[in-house]
């Protein structure tokens, strides 16, 4: 069963930054493309980054040029840079794998807000 523990969410105003981290356990991290996902109130569940194992990455359109995935396969974590935030970034944040995997970790809440 995999383990996903997110951190670095929190209240920031718009224009702010966020680094957000993933901590990954009991897969084979390396061969596995990981991705942020986000969950806003009354809305679905949406992929916004993904990384190949190989480091090749894709973006919601509604975040290209403003985030960035990376991923240390060396420490088995996953990391979300995100900045110039917008009201509409606030969302519970997640990390899984791509596709995801049933299981969820408890996600990190991020808040953009003035």
């Known amino acids: 069963q995999v383990q996903l523990v997110e951190s670095g969410g929190g209240l920031v105003q718009p224009g702010g930054s966020l680094r957000l981290s993933c901590a990954v356990s009991r897969i084979f991290f390396r061969f596995t493309s990981m991705g942020w996902y986000r969950q806003a109130p009354g809305n679905q569940r949406e992929l916004v980054a993904a990384?190949?194992?190989?480091?090749?990455?894709k973006y919601a359109d509604s975040v290209k040029g403003r985030f960035t995935i990376s991923r240390d396969n060396t420490k088995n974590t996953v990391h979300l840079q995100m900045n110039s935030l917008k009201p509409e970034d606030t969302a519970v944040y997640f990390c899984n794998a791509d596709p995801a995997f049933d299981d969820w970790g408890q996600g990190t809440q991020v808040t953009v807000s003035s």
């Open positions: 990384a190949t194992s190989a480091g090749t990455t």
